[in-house]
């Protein structure tokens, strides 16, 4: 809806990329792809690789999902000097959040905190209608809509129902995670997430962010915009700390696994 709504469009294939992706790319096409960083993406991109090599596509990678861009960290840019424990790499990536173990920053002091030392790239600039225009011989691909029963299960698999006792509806798209993200992070919930964060029942107990988050229908980046704009203009609390924290410790593991 997003996309449409900017006169764009997202063409839905079901396969495997190797097989889908090489009939749309036209001879001299440029690919471009999130990189990733483990064994099963990477056999991907190597099988797609090798069905494009012969018409001369090129291949060009991007990096997602975490809040601290791979280049601008600390460390090598094979990360084979970034330490295999969260605190050390904490202190390294953010020396802002050193503190005793769980203490909280003097920084953090239930009063408005203008400035942070933090380097995390700004968000994207919003995209206006035009930005992104459609190939003319696509227009035909861009019948089908997604639905579950295209869904390329090895056998049948029922559409699942919202259960009665589920303490959120969860719903995909950047929509119901901005929805969410204002909900918890702009209202009264965060102000009690440094007491609640380890307890999984209640739908404010945490912030339920990591659906969204996990399918990229929200940027970590855009989460901490948020959370910085609640710290300049109302305060950085222990709560607001402890999120930053619970940010740092995805991108750890994102990191780690592109390190081994």
């Given at each position: 809806?997003?996309?449409?709504?900017?006169?764009s469009d997202l063409l839905v294939r079901v396969g495997r990329p190797e097989e889908v992706l090489p009939p749309l790319l036209e001879k001299g096409s440029v690919l471009i792809t999130?990189?990733?960083v483990t064994w099963e993406e990477f056999?991907?991109?190597?099988?797609?690789?090798?069905?494009?090599?012969?018409?001369?596509?090129?291949w060009e990678y991007c990096w997602g999902t975490t809040l601290f861009h791979r280049d601008d960290l600390p460390f090598q840019r094979d990360l084979g000097d970034m330490p295999d424990v969260f605190t050390p790499f904490k202190s390294?990536?953010?020396?802002?959040?050193?503190?005793?173990?769980?203490?909280?920053?003097?920084?953090?002091?239930?009063?408005?905190?203008?400035?942070?030392?933090?380097?995390?790239r700004c968000c994207l600039p919003e995209l206006t209608s035009g930005d992104l225009p459609l190939p003319q011989h696509l227009e035909e691909e861009l019948?089908?809509?997604?639905?579950?029963?295209?869904?390329?299960?090895?056998e049948p698999v029922e559409l699942p129902q919202t259960?009665?006792?589920?303490?959120?509806?969860?719903?995909?798209?950047?929509?119901?995670?901005?929805?969410?993200?204002?909900?918890?992070?702009?209202?009264?919930?965060?102000?009690?997430?440094?007491?609640?964060?380890?307890?999984?029942?209640?739908?404010?107990?945490?912030s339920k962010l990591a659906p969204w988050l996990a399918n990229g229908c929200l940027s970590p980046r855009r989460v901490f915009e948020v959370l910085r704009q609640r710290e300049r203009e109302t305060a950085a609390t222990p709560s607001t700390y402890w999120f930053?924290?619970?940010?740092?410790?995805?991108?750890?593991?994102?990191f780690f696994a592109a390190k081994h």
């Open positions: 809806d997003r996309l449409r709504g900017l006169g999130q990189e990733e056999q991907v991109d190597q099988a797609l690789k090798k069905s494009l090599d012969f018409n001369g596509v090129s390294k990536v953010a020396p802002e959040l050193n503190c005793a173990c769980n203490n909280v920053p003097p920084s953090y002091n239930d009063t408005p905190k203008a400035e942070t030392t933090l380097q995390v019948l089908l809509e997604p639905s579950w029963e295209i869904l390329p299960f090895a259960e009665a006792a589920a303490v959120l509806n969860f719903r995909g798209g950047e929509q119901e995670g901005l929805v969410r993200l204002q909900r918890y992070v702009e209202g009264p919930p965060m102000a009690s997430y440094a007491a609640t964060k380890n307890c999984m029942l209640g739908a404010d107990s945490s930053t924290f619970a940010l740092l410790v995805r991108d750890f593991f994102r």
